[in-house]
């Protein structure tokens, strides 16, 4: 008889037991869709950019045309010389990819190529609170399919 009775006492205190984990795991759960969403992006928040993305000439022209969210266009090629006889569109030219540390607008890279664009971007992660992108075939693949540029 004392047997049935530890069996029965085991069995209920499991079920507290799950009964309790259960309510935990629901309360934390809500409380992290409630603060989640209240969480503010950039360095007061802890979203740090972990990823880039290789963008199309086509995707890169609808970011920049834009007015939802504002983007950095940066051209990165090694000489001011290549951005002063044409560029993208209200692009910049940079090369110190510190200067982009801890911004919260997206950034859109490019250069000759991708190779230097994905080292630039490998520089910015875990450095910025954005989206961070590279030009897909860089500035010359742009020009080529007959987007705009300027001077």
Known sequence: MRKNSLLKDNKKIKAILIIVLFLIIITAS???????????KGPTGPFLTTFYEAISNETAYNLIKSNETPVIIIDIRNCKCNYNSGHLPNATWNTNPISFYNLTEDLLIYSNDNSDSIEFCEQLLNNTYSRLFYLDGGYDNWKNAGYPTEK
């Open 30 to 40: 809500i409380s992290f869709l409630l603060l989640s969403n209240n969480i503010k």
